[in-house]
């Protein structure tokens, strides 16, 4: 609805293929070994798999089907990995990941368990208070992206938890289970597209 389109987000074209593509492409670029899920609800799948016809899109992958969260969803994609595996989660519709950023998360989370991308927000920043609101420094706030990376045994536990509305990422789910996060540098155009604009700075930037 945000997006003002009868087309779902991550099946919009960017310069001829889809949002969803792209973003598959950017991780397929940084390692063409990686096993990829795609995880889309029931009722998008026909036309994923019409797309890949269209598109003659061969990079291998599953799909597995959604929840009505994205805590359940991204449970339903975790059925398809292989235990033990270093797993990444990323927003199908974040194609201007850089490969800088892959990497960072990769190598972050093999080292200390798990990895997200932030950035420090641009503008300056105000908190609501009783009586009002007041500044906060910028330093004390970022802004959280995709991929997030973790070691498995993380994901298998924190998992296992029943949902809460305070899992707002995966980060908050494994939080939750008592595992400290650790930040990595995003990058800034790795935007999560939702709204027309959003798409016009994509357009720009697959145009370039």
């Not at 990829?36 to 061969?58: A, G, H, K, S, Y």
């Not at 935007?191 to 994509?202: E, G, S, V």
Request: hydrophobic share 40%.
């Amino acid at each position: 609805m945000r997006m003002d389109s009868m087309i779902p987000k991550q099946f919009i074209e960017l310069n001829k293929r889809p949002v969803l593509i792209r973003t598959i492409d950017k991780f397929y670029e940084y390692d063409s070994e990686i096993e990829i899920i795609v995880v889309l609800p029931l009722e998008m799948v026909p036309i994923w798999d019409r797309l890949c016809i269209e598109q003659n899109f061969t990079i291998k992958h599953k799909v597995a089907i959604g929840g009505d969260t994205r805590y359940h969803s991204v449970k339903s994609g975790l059925n398809e990995v292989i235990p033990g595996s270093l797993t990444a989660i990323h927003d199908g519709v974040r194609p201007m990941v850089s490969l800088e950023t892959i990497r960072r998360c990769f190598d972050v989370a093999a080292e200390k368990g798990n990895a997200i991308p932030a950035i420090l927000p641009p503008e300056s920043i105000r908190a609501l208070t009783g009586t009002g609101n007041r500044s906060i420094p910028r330093e004390d706030v970022h802004l959280i992206q995709t991929p997030q990376v973790f070691q498995w045994d993380q994901l298998e536990n924190a998992f296992e938890q029943e949902f809460t509305i305070e899992f707002t990422d995966d980060a908050s789910v494994v939080e939750s289970y008592g595992f400290r996060i650790n930040l990595v540098e995003g990058n800034r155009e790795n935007i999560k597209l939702t709204t027309p604009i959003d798409m016009k700075f994509a357009e720009l930037y697959f145009n370039a």
